[in-house]
């Protein structure tokens, strides 16, 4: 099976959903000080972000597959 791959860049958008999974988790537990949950919505916010800008870059290099067999920007019609 295909492992992680641990090279030191940002992580990947599965990594940030499970991540913000935990920090849910936390936040629905109900056993967190109020600064803990503050401090955990902020990381539930930028994971947010985070996973937003990735979607927003993965979209941008959608491409549609014309009847020729070449590519082009699928926003192109």
């Known amino acids: 099976m295909a492992g992680k791959k641990e090279t030191g860049k940002t992580p990947g958008i599965e ?3 499970a991540k913000l999974e935990e ?3 936390r ?3 109900g056993e ?3 600064e803990e949950a503050f401090a955990a919505y902020s990381e ?3 994971l947010i972000k985070a ?3 990735q979607i927003d870059r993965v979209e941008k290099q959608v491409l549609k ?3 020729e067999g070449t590519t082009e920007p699928l926003d192109a019609e």
């Open 15 to 17: 990594e940030n959903f």
């Open 23 to 25: 920090v849910i988790q």
């Open 27 to 29: 936040l629905e537990g």
């Open 32 to 34: 967190t000080s109020l």
């Open 44 to 46: 539930g916010m930028q």
């Open 51 to 53: 996973c937003n800008d």
């Open 65 to 67: 597959l014309t009847e």
